[in-house]
């Protein structure tokens, strides 16, 4: 819709990961360095945390890209909450291999065949386990039984673990101390600072044929930035949010004032939360009616003071629904004005 409109070749904003559109940030470079640095050790774990949106599963795919494939075969693998057998078969059918019926044993001894296969073809194997936090810990004991597989004093497979902070805390359980001395590489992604936000910007936007059209404003960028807190998939949500809003009123410069009113909407719809940091103590007063509404005539929380209020959160409900209606009437009648313009066009041109 707004690719033609902006004459993009593409959408530069797309949530699902595209190692075509890394963007090598200072903490992404260091990150890539380390795995680099593993990939070379030729054994082990590499483990990348980050929080959600940091860009993780991108940096793994764009390193992955980079390799040749006669000389790596890669598996990638995401987790859910899998049992060590079920582990074993995600394994098993992530590098391709039968394992419907068969027994652990039998599935262990297929993926060993398969990585010595591997081995004496030159090649190495490589596991990318994606949302590792995810995995419990006998499932991750599996994951260490299979970097044991050695051929000819050559350890057979290296392991990706790919997941959200969180996963240090599992790592350092007591249990996991052999995986834990087989870990040759860990980074944590930082989010972009706001320089690198802009430069994120304008890096997707020129992937895709950008020539400045729409112009994103200097005071548009920092309030993206403070927006989303550096982090390149809440950029992705809300510059992508952005472009359509901009197509829909006919912009052609995104400035601060946009991106507030962009941001309100998906704050609305209940499809964005802001990155901004928020002190726990504001917030959770925020979540209540004011004092004043909790408090009723010296009363313990009860009677007239508490009707009031209710009515008052009430009001404010319905307020705040009539003005997403308004703007989703707004939104809807502008796009059925620019459908009609396109068919009236079509018509005069005398295209069926």
């Known amino acids: 819709m707004y690719t033609g409109y902006y004459k993009l070749t593409g959408r530069p904003f797309q949530l699902s990961p595209d190692h075509r559109f890394y963007f090598d940030s200072r903490s992404h470079k260091k990150a890539l360095a380390y795995l680099i640095y593993g990939l070379n050790q030729g054994e082990g774990f590499i483990v990348v945390t980050g929080d959600i949106g940091a860009g993780k599963t991108t940096l793994v795919a764009h390193l992955l890209a980079q390799l040749d494939p006669a000389k790596f075969v890669a598996a990638n693998v995401v987790t859910t909450q899998l049992s060590a057998g079920d582990m074993l078969r995600v394994v098993a059918a992530a590098f391709g291999l039968s394992q419907e019926g068969a027994d652990k044993a039998t599935v262990l001894k297929r993926i060993e065949n398969f990585l010595i296969d591997c081995h004496k073809s030159g090649k190495r194997a490589l596991l990318l386990v994606d949302e590792v936090q995810n995995m419990p810990i006998d499932a991750l004991e599996e994951l260490r039984m299979l970097s044991n597989f050695q051929f000819e004093q050559k350890p057979l497979l290296q392991s990706f673990l790919i997941g959200q902070p969180q996963f240090k805390q599992i790592i350092a359980d007591p249990h996991l101390e052999q995986l834990r001395q087989r870990v040759i590489a860990t980074y944590h992604l930082e989010p972009l600072d ?153 018509d005069d041109a005398g295209i069926e």
Request: charged fraction near 30%.
């Open 194 to 346: 706001i320089a690198e936000t802009r430069a994120y910007v304008e890096h997707r936007l020129k992937k895709v044929g950008w020539e400045n059209d729409p112009l994103f404003t200097e005071d548009s960028l920092r309030a993206i930035f403070e927006d989303t807190g550096g982090v390149p998939r809440r950029i992705n949500t809300l510059c992508s949010r952005l472009l359509l809003y901009g197509y829909l009123e006919e912009l052609h410069q995104i400035d601060a004032e946009t991106v507030q009113e962009v941001v309100k909407d998906l704050m609305q719809e209940g499809a964005h939360t802001s990155g901004k940091a928020v002190d726990p103590t504001q917030e959770d007063e925020q979540a209540l009616p004011p004092k004043s509404a909790r408090q009723s005539n010296g009363s313990n929380g009860s009677g007239q003071g508490d009707a009031d209020a209710d009515g008052s959160v009430l009001e404010q409900r319905v307020a705040v629904l009539e003005e997403y209606v308004r703007a989703h009437d707004k939104t809807i009648s502008r796009a059925l004005d620019i459908a009609a313009q396109w068919l009236e066009t079509n």
